[in-house]
């Protein structure tokens, strides 16, 4: 595109009504300049001319709060102290333009003139990075009154759902022609040998779980794959994410032991997708996990110089943390796709927790345009779970999301997919399904048979149906842990087939080398620095653990 014909396309998208209007108004509201909410810059406006009285406004206002209006005089003696600037204004007869600005000024109608520059300004920053904004304003029509029904349904827009329309454009292009993740060609034997020799070398098995059970059971966090954990409002699906990011990311962590901070294996970048919790509450479930500190006690700030100083060493522990967060509380899959994409390219991260997939109004709106109808709720829940799922394959990371169970899931007889919020089908495309519910009197009375003998001598307060395991073995089982909300840890107890019938799963940790600390007791043996069992004893029920009362 010629500079001629990129500058006839900007010159068509100046409106120059709006522009007359807006700067009028804000000499006699100069301190609007100032409003968070409604933000404007002098990139908003195309002309020199226009951008040069703004520039003087706008310094006017910021030079003193107690500025109440702004006359053209008060322009002129500002532009005055510029030769170039000051030139542009006397070849546009500025003092008489502003003059009439001012007098014809209606506050009444700031908001709308305001925003229909901000939407033309818009329009020339995506001409100038080479999008076709015809689509939403064809500043080539020549009919009048096609142009007014243009003009009116770009007023009806809002610059959310500007950005949508123009995402979704490229979304649909990428879709169309990036192929290479959709099809591969392949014989069955091809490169067998090569992969079990691989295997025998290096078993699959992703970043390590707190929890062993998880960890014998999925794996561990391995790449490519999406983890859907599931529970009801307020059980803790987003502090269980926090936990599982903050293990990955940070070197050291207070010991389950109590004996101070220990080696916490290597240092990962991880991105946290907050859609609830802003940055204090999240910074606070992070503490606490690094500390050991009862987020409680860190809240009320009431604790003793040895406390403080254990906080301390966390802060400088999380400090050095490549854990990056994000906070978006209304959404489209466009969004979340561009937030991981940017980190995984800019951040170098390969693990990604996603607050919880739920109905947003962003999210509903972005969806009914994609596909020119009414979709359900349970439709718009479906494609985000499988955007995730697509991006984890795509990248080659680890994502963990979450949805809420609908309220018929307290009934045992319903915990399964149906209880998703969104129904069975939002599961159909991840990789590990898990439900997590606080421990109920009637689970209780289904584990008598186990509890009475002793087994673990611990009683569960928290339980992980796990209803999905693409390529485990291990599906349709419960673990039963005692989970400690404060600290965002728990200990692993045992596990059971959904009949409540005790069956033999490995608590599998894994630890590091330097992790070792022979003068803490029953520390486990590394085994090749990798993996760990705790030992069942069949005739007492105990399995022997590590981890300390909460």
């Excluded at 100032?34 to 195309?46: G, K, L, S």
């Excluded at 006017?60 to 510029?82: F, G, H, M, R, W």
């Excluded at 080479?130 to 610059?159: C, F, H, R, W």
């Excluded at 979340?336 to 962003?362: C, L, R, S, W």
């Amino acid at each position: 595109m010629t500079n001629e014909v990129l500058n006839a396309k900007m010159a068509n998208l100046n409106p120059v009504r709006s522009v007359f209007t807006v700067l009028g108004i804000l000499c006699h509201k100069p301190q609007t300049v100032r409003n968070p909410e409604m933000p404007i810059v002098e990139d908003d406006f195309y002309q020199s001319f226009h951008k040069n009285i703004f520039a003087a406004i706008n310094n006017i206002a910021y030079s003193d709060s107690k500025v109440e209006k702004v006359t053209p005089i008060d322009i002129d003696n500002y532009l005055a102290q510029y030769p170039a600037n000051y030139k542009i204004w006397e070849q546009h007869n500025g003092f008489d333009y502003m003059t009439s600005a001012i007098q014809t000024a209606n506050l009444k109608i700031y908001k709308n003139n305001y925003w229909r520059l901000k939407k033309f300004a818009m329009l020339r920053d995506y001409i100038l990075a080479g999008v076709d904004v015809t689509s939403i304003y064809n500043y080539d029509l020549e009919d009048l009154k096609l142009q007014e029904d243009q003009m009116k349904a770009l007023d009806k827009m809002t610059i959310d759902h500007m950005v949508d329309h123009f995402q979704l454009m490229m979304l649909g292009l990428r879709d169309k022609w990036s192929i290479g993740d959709k099809r591969k060609t392949f014989m069955a034997g091809d490169g067998l040998r090569t992969l079990l020799q691989r295997l025998k070398e290096s078993p699959e098995m992703g970043y390590p779980f707190k929890n062993g059970f998880y960890n014998a059971i999925f794996r561990g966090q391995r790449f490519k794959k999406f983890m859907l954990r599931s529970a009801g409002t307020g059980v803790g699906k987003t502090r269980f994410s926090i936990g599982d990011m903050t293990n990955i990311a940070v070197d050291k962590a207070w010991s389950y032991h109590d004996k101070g901070y220990i080696s916490n294996g290597p240092s990962e970048a991880v991105l946290l997708i907050s859609t609830e919790l802003e940055q204090d509450e999240l910074q606070t479930g992070i503490l606490a996990y690094v500390s050991g500190v009862d987020e409680d006690v860190i809240k009320k700030s009431k604790y003793s110089e040895a406390i403080e100083a254990r906080l301390n060493e966390a802060i400088e522990i999380i400090e050095r943390a490549p854990i990056h967060a994000e906070y978006i509380d209304d959404f489209s899959i466009s969004d979340i796709e561009t937030i991981i994409e940017q980190h995984i390219i800019e951040n170098g991260v390969k693990y990604v927790a996603f607050d919880y997939i739920q109905m947003v109004p962003k999210l509903a709106r972005a969806m009914q345009e994609a596909f020119a109808g009414s979709l359900r709720e349970d439709q718009i829940l479906v494609q985000l779970s499988a955007a995730l799922k697509l991006l984890a394959n795509k990248y080659d990371v680890y994502i963990v999301s979450a949805t809420q169970l609908n309220r018929n899931a307290k009934e045992h007889e319903m915990r399964d997919t149906n209880s998703l919020r969104g129904g069975s089908a939002t599961a159909d495309k991840v990789d590990h399904g898990v439900m997590m519910f606080r421990v109920t009197q009637k689970d209780i009375d289904n584990l008598k048979h186990i509890l009475e003998k002793g087994y673990n001598a611990e009683r569960p307060n928290f339980c992980h149906y796990v209803y999905k395991n693409r390529g485990g073995s291990k599906v349709g089982v419960i673990i039963w842990t005692k989970y400690h909300g404060g600290v965002i840890r728990e200990k692993e107890l045992f596990v059971t087939d959904i009949d409540f019938n005790l069956i033999d799963v490995e608590n599998l940790q894994v630890t590091f080398a330097d992790e070792i600390d022979p003068s803490i007791p029953n520390i486990p043996k590394p085994v090749e620095e990798a993996f760990i069992e705790d030992h069942m004893d069949e005739d007492n029920f105990h399995i022997e653990s590590d981890v300390p009362e909460f």
